[in-house]
């Protein structure tokens, strides 16, 4: 077993706007629960970090090739990722959810969706989700690299709904993204830092630690009430 690496620098890779978990403030900072959670836990445990905002489905490819140490991107914890991850303990709970356009009274249930196109991300939970269920409801799924870009998709019409995780949903529609849920949200994984199968093992340990230390001290609830108000 590798020892820790205190005050080593670790190159984490993760999505690029995903908010709020990721994504630039109005002074083009890169903030969010994930930004803030992994350099509290990296201050906590005596690291450093650089971080690559790279996309979701880049970000997971660059641990996987070696170009990153680990991933922190809203990313579920699932037994398929299993074979070729390994975990952090869960640190946020989550799941997938439809949104459609705010001017839209058509579509309020997956019924709705028949002959229609929905939005989804490379490589995700929502993607995964909505082709378990598009041939029994008749839609077509179209992919983007990231979350901004299915949005523009449904707000210009030209697909009817998107599936994304619904904290990030959430939080785009109180910011005023031009959307809104009309299901129910699907069961689903928590989020978990990641690492390559059986590489980094001692980063692993660090971040399991240094979670531990920020959910005892507070400052763990601090972050989320940071971005979420306070009933998070
Ligand atoms: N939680 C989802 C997944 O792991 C989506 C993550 C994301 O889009 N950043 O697939």
């Given at each position: 077993i590798a020892s820790a690496q205190p005050g080593r620098t670790y190159i984490i890779a993760t999505d690029v706007t995903f908010a709020p978990f990721e994504f630039e403030d109005e002074n083009g900072n890169l903030t969010g629960i994930d930004m803030e959670l992994i350099r509290a836990i990296a201050e906590d445990q005596g690291f450093n970090?650089?971080?690559?905002?790279?996309?979701?489905?880049?970000?997971?490819?660059?641990?996987?090739?070696?170009?990153?140490?680990?991933?922190?991107?809203?990313?579920?914890?699932?037994?398929?990722?299993?074979?070729?991850?390994?975990f952090s303990d869960?640190?946020?709970?989550?799941?997938?959810?439809?949104?459609?356009?705010e001017s839209n009274n058509d579509v309020k249930s997956y019924e709705d969706l028949k002959g229609k196109r929905v939005a989804v991300k490379n490589g995700t939970e929502g993607?995964?989700?909505?082709?378990?269920?598009?041939?029994?409801?008749?839609?077509?799924t179209v992919y983007f690299a990231d979350s901004a870009s299915m949005y523009d998709e449904v707000r210009t019409g030209?697909?009817?709904?998107?599936?994304?995780?619904?904290?990030?949903?959430?939080?785009?529609?109180?910011?005023?993204?031009?959307?809104?849920?009309?299901?129910?949200?699907?069961?689903?994984?928590?989020?978990?830092?990641?690492?390559?199968?059986?590489?980094?093992?001692?980063?692993?340990?660090?971040?399991?630690?240094?979670?531990a230390n920020l959910q005892d001290s507070g400052e763990y609830d601090e972050i989320l009430s940071q971005f979420l108000g306070q009933d998070a």
């Open positions: 970090v650089e971080i690559k905002q790279l996309g979701f489905d880049a970000a997971l490819q660059a641990v996987q090739a070696g170009q990153a140490d680990g991933v922190i991107a809203g990313m579920s914890i699932t037994d398929a990722r299993k074979q070729v991850f390994d869960p640190y946020f709970e989550s799941g997938v959810q439809m949104a459609v356009l993607a995964t989700f909505a082709e378990s269920i598009k041939d029994q409801y008749g839609f077509t030209n697909s009817v709904a998107v599936f994304d995780d619904y904290p990030v949903l959430a939080y785009g529609i109180t910011q005023g993204n031009g959307l809104k849920t009309v299901t129910e949200k699907e069961a689903g994984a928590s989020y978990g830092f990641a690492v390559n199968k059986g590489q980094n093992a001692e980063l692993l340990e660090m971040f399991n630690a240094g979670l």
